[in-house]
């Protein structure tokens, strides 16, 4: 039994799913799922789709150079069973998997280190820009309506307006 | 035929954007174009039936068959499946001659086939290899892959012949 990986997702397949296609020049496509199969028909590049592997570590979403992934390795010749070593694999595989979880944390906390400060950094831009559409807490509807007919806009208007109408009848 | 309408409307729109005065933008070209071929990459593969032409991947010296019947199943063959052929193009000097009838096994088909653990495979081209009536292949060389599913269906020369399993 061999688990291979999504040739565009990268993610684990397992025994009886998916498709594989075959080229003329015998390259062997894995896919994991329909999904997969069909982004590849469409001729997508997995580096430029947002929700693979291949994307999220070229972008450096994921942690990708750490101790923990090199216990996963392709090995052509099968081992000889040994029920010591299989036992302390298996006891292996979960402490690895506790590690690589706590680092991928570690990794993602780092990651988003900045962040709160820049969100906050542009709220205040916003702001301070955007001031004059702030309105005073007691200020009301009908007052704001009452300033907007105070001003003499209309009337330097209508003054354009007339001397429009006379340059016409002239 | 829907399949005849849609790609009509593709070159009829290509020339109405065209005729709509150059706008000669690469990006809208290329885009059209991959729309275009992912359309005719996801055509539906089906079975070799009557009339199947398939490329000869073997030194038998016939380059291209028609299928004039598949020994098994009622909608056509599949991989792995023998059909009786008739030989459309050939090489001279071959040991085939066209217009001769023949038999071949799929050794390559487009269309998927499950594998025994329920994944599936599938190939570039529809392709096959000319047996004889005892199913020994008629040619010394097969060229690209082969599954391993011709195992199961006893064409073990064919398999040891090849270049490549999948």
């Known amino acids: 039994m061999r688990l291979e990986k999504c040739w565009f997702c990268s993610s684990t397949i397992y025994p009886g799913h998916g498709i594989q296609f075959v080229r003329n020049d015998a390259k062997i496509f894995r896919f994991c799922r329909s999904k997969c199969h069909k982004n590849f028909k469409m001729k997508r590049n997995p580096r430029k ?61 780092n990651r988003m280190k900045g962040k709160a400060a820049k969100e906050r950094r542009e709220a205040r831009k916003e702001h301070d820009q955007q001031l004059h559409m702030v309105v005073a807490p007691g200020a009301t509807l009908g007052s704001l309506a009452k300033d907007a007919t105070a001003t003499p806009a209309k009337a330097k208007v209508k003054v354009q307006q007339e001397s429009e109408e006379n340059r016409m009848e002239e | 035929m829907a399949a005849n309408s849609a790609s009509n409307c593709i070159l009829v729109g290509r020339s109405l954007l065209r005729g709509l005065g150059n706008f000669s933008s690469g990006i809208l070209r290329s885009s059209q174009e991959t729309t275009c071929n992912s359309f005719l990459a996801q055509q539906i593969r089906t079975f070799i039936q009557m009339r199947s032409n398939l490329k000869v991947v073997d030194n038998s010296g016939a380059k291209r068959v028609m299928c004039i019947q598949a020994l098994k199943g009622k909608k056509g063959a599949r991989l792995g499946d023998t059909i009786i052929a008739s030989v459309k193009e050939a090489q001279p000097g071959g040991k085939v001659k066209k217009g001769q009838v023949v038999y071949g096994v799929v050794v390559r088909a487009a269309m998927q086939r499950g594998r025994c653990d329920g994944s599936e495979v599938k190939f570039d081209d529809n392709a096959v290899v000319l047996v004889n009536k005892q199913g020994e292949p008629i040619g010394t060389r097969v060229f690209g892959p082969v599954p391993h599913e011709l195992r199961k269906k006893k064409h073990v020369k064919i398999l040891s012949l090849a270049q490549h399993i999948a």
């Open chain 1, 49 to 109: 789709v947002k929700w693979t592997k291949a994307y999220r570590r070229l972008h450096g979403k994921d942690m990708t150079q750490d101790s923990t992934f090199e216990f996963e390795r392709k090995r052509n010749r099968p081992e000889r069973y040994d029920r010591n070593l299989t036992e302390n694999t298996l006891k292996a595989i979960k402490t690895i998997d506790k590690v690589r979880s706590r680092r991928g944390e570690m990794h993602h906390k």
